[in-house]
């Protein structure tokens, strides 16, 4: 990509990752020189969007990165241009995201808007450009990236179609290991019969995290949360049961076209931080044939009958 060295040599002034330095006021030409140099160095395969036969540019649009950010093209255009107000974290974070940022372009980034560098934890949220680009490419089965205290990072359409559409959590709720023991229609998806071996893989899952991050950090809080609002929880977080595995196979209920017996494979970041999975169907088989289905009605509901 273009200006990669550039921005090696403007690196090197940095603190070193995870230390948090007040960088000051908002260094608006060089956000905006950045943001069109990492634009114009994607293209629309690297984020798995088609380029068109009248293509008139090299890198993304501008608005192409807007709706990957989820904003408005006007507010990302005025970044762009050196007239936006100081964007949020939660903004840069998306930012990033859509640019397919390495964590240290991504700390470059907030620096450059006036904003201390995220921590790096064992819990960074900032998904792992190496997954991204899977993701990008798994349009004809349901796929999603986690952290690992279960919030959905990234989500492609079929995962939102079968799973529900999770970008709207906030707080406590972006985790499934919170919904799970807090929110029963969360419970839905699964069989009865796989639901308590399905609550302790969540916990073994979280206190995998938990391990990982220590007691003073988000998974911390969380395991206190569950704590006092749940005694199932409670009582499996006892079992001292530890996991970061996902099973091979789920049978999963969806309110339309019943179950759907499915393969789950996981793609974990070295840190183990984060994984993509990727959920397949046998070929020809009956689960084949409702991923299909789902791929045509996306989260539809079917009529009811008059």
């Known amino acids: 990509m273009p200006g990669r060295d550039a921005l090696s040599e403007d690196c090197r002034s940095l603190p070193p990752a995870g230390l948090e330095a007040d960088n000051g006021a908002m260094d608006r030409p060089a956000l905006a020189a950045f943001l069109r140099s ?32 989820g904003m408005s093209t006007d507010y990302y255009v005025r970044l762009e241009q050196s007239r936006s107000p100081q964007p949020s974290e939660q903004m840069l974070s998306a930012v990033a995201r859509a640019l397919r940022l390495t964590n240290d372009e991504r700390d470059y980034l907030y620096r450059l808007a006036g904003h201390n560098a995220p921590k790096r934890t064992p819990l960074d949220t900032h998904v792992a450009p190496q997954l ?7 349009d004809d089965t349901p796929a999603l990236i986690l952290s690992s205290l279960g919030e959905t990072l990234e ?17 406590f709720a972006r985790s499934s290991v919170y919904r799970w023991f807090t929110d029963p229609a969360d419970r839905d998806i699964y069989p009865p019969a796989d639901r308590d071996h399905h609550s302790r893989a969540q916990v073994a899952g979280l206190r995998a995290a938990y391990g990982a991050a220590g007691p003073d950090s988000r998974a911390g809080a969380l395991v206190r949360e569950l704590q006092k609002l749940s005694p199932e929880f409670r009582e499996i977080w006892g079992l001292q049961d530890v996991a970061t595995r996902f099973e091979d196979h789920k049978t999963l209920l969806h309110p339309e076209l019943g179950a759907i017996d499915l393969d789950c494979q996981a793609l974990f970041t070295e840190d183990q931080g984060q994984a993509l999975l990727v959920l397949t169907a046998e070929p020809r088989s009956d689960a084949a044939e409702k991923l299909a289905l789902l791929a045509v009605i996306g989260r539809q509901q079917f009529s009811t009958p008059a």
């Open 38 to 69: 990492r634009r114009e160095g994607l293209r629309p395969d690297d984020v798995g969007l088609s380029a068109g036969p009248r293509r008139r540019v090299n890198g993304l649009r501008r608005d192409e990165v807007a709706a990957l950010a």
């Open 155 to 171: 989500q492609n359409r079929l995962a939102a179609a079968l799973l529900g559409d999770h970008s709207g959590h906030t707080g």
């Open 132 to 138: 991204m680009r899977v993701l990008d490419r798994l």
